[in-house]
């Protein structure tokens, strides 16, 4: 999977208003700041409204991504939502994400996950190089699936949406990439119930089987073992050392898996790009988010090279490198 001449054209990013801080949730739970703070790094994190679904997310960061680029929705060819957290079980986001811009394109969904936008950028960078314009988005309502009286789980995650346009551009680098999975242990994270094996009944699934569950400590130390491995790979195909990387985005799930990966892989902390304190665990959301905001924070310049990694359930696991050349509006927005 070596590098191809394909840009982010347009970059653009969605947080619902309602943020909910570590002392809202000491409220309820059994918690504190201190103790959410020292486990994940989590400060707060954003709550989508009752009224808001994934589409609804989605739908905002892909304008403005659109309005980055300089481009109309009729431009885009392929619209692609990554997520775990679709509007409805059928059909899939994209199209319904599709229609509201107007345009009648290809458009699907892809759930790798907490990997899903990597995955995604692989598959988009593809498209592009084939011709085609491809509208990324990455979008959660993760809050809709998890126990809210359950501490360990409830601290983590967020909503919010990030989108990319990709196209090809004569000068540009995406890739190579990483991709790899292992579903032989499938519940280390997951939601059990729901699906064609076990469908949803309301009285049988009236536990926690019809929310997210995971296994804290095997997901920290598969999500280290694997970032880390799967940047290695990216950065010996690419025949580069981690030295000649301006700046590492990682799936931005916890604080301290993050460190350790940056720690394994020599990466020096300013070159460690964190919002996990700020957004929480959004998944396939989190890594676009944290683009735009390493752009907004004048982290993120042209020429740069960046690595991207992440983990999720599956699971899941991916990484690429991306010389950032700047969207050609050049703004922002969150």
């Known amino acids: 999977m070596s ?11 969605y947080l619902p208003e309602r943020t909910v801080t570590n002392d809202d949730l000491a409220q309820r739970l059994d918690t504190s700041d201190e103790w959410i703070r020292t486990r994940t790094g989590i400060r707060e994190r954003h709550y989508a409204a009752p009224e808001e679904a994934t589409s609804d997310l ?5 304008r403005r991504a659109l309005a980055d680029a300089g481009l109309e929705p009729t431009d885009v060819d392929v619209l692609i939502v990554a997520t775990t957290t679709p509007d409805h079980p059928i059909p899939a986001t994209a ?29 988009g960078a ?43 551009e004569q000068g540009a680098s995406l890739g190579p990439f990483d991709l790899g999975s292992d579903g032989s242990e499938v519940e280390i994270l ?12 309301p009285v049988l699934h009236a536990d926690a089987s019809s929310r997210m569950n995971m296994r804290g400590g095997d997901v920290y ?30 799936h931005q799930a916890n604080q301290r898996i993050l460190e350790a990966v940056g720690q394994r ?3 020096s902390e300013e070159r460690l790009h964190l919002t996990v304190d700020r957004h929480g665990n959004t998944s396939a959301a989190s890594i676009p988010l944290a683009l735009d905001d390493a752009r907004r924070s004048g982290a993120l310049q042209a020429g740069a ?23 050609r509006s050049g703004g922002s927005s969150a």
């Open 3 to 13: 590098s191809v001449e394909v840009a982010i054209t347009g970059l653009g990013s």
């Open 58 to 62: 989605a739908l905002t960061a892909a």
């Open 95 to 123: 199209p319904i994400v599709a229609a509201r811009l107007g345009v009648e394109c290809a458009a699907f969904d892809l759930n790798a996950a907490c990997s899903g936008f990597v995955y995604g950028l692989k598959v």
């Open 126 to 168: 593809d498209l592009a190089v084939a011709g085609a314009t491809v509208l990324l988005i990455g979008a959660e309502t993760l809050t809709r699936y998890v126990d809210h009286d359950d501490r360990s789980i409830a601290v983590l995650f967020g909503d919010g949406a990030g989108a990319v346009v990709l196209q090809a």
């Open 190 to 201: 997951w939601m059990r119930a729901g699906g064609a094996r076990e469908p949803f009944d």
């Open 221 to 250: 130390r598969h999500a280290v073992v694997r970032m880390t491995e799967s940047s290695r790979a990216v950065l010996d195909r690419a025949g580069i050392g981690v030295e000649d990387v301006d700046l590492v985005i990682g």
């Open 265 to 267: 892989l020599g990466v």
């Open 305 to 327: 090279r960046l690595l991207l990694t992440a983990f999720g359930g599956g699971l899941t696991w991916g990484s690429c490198l991306l010389t950032w050349k700047g969207t």
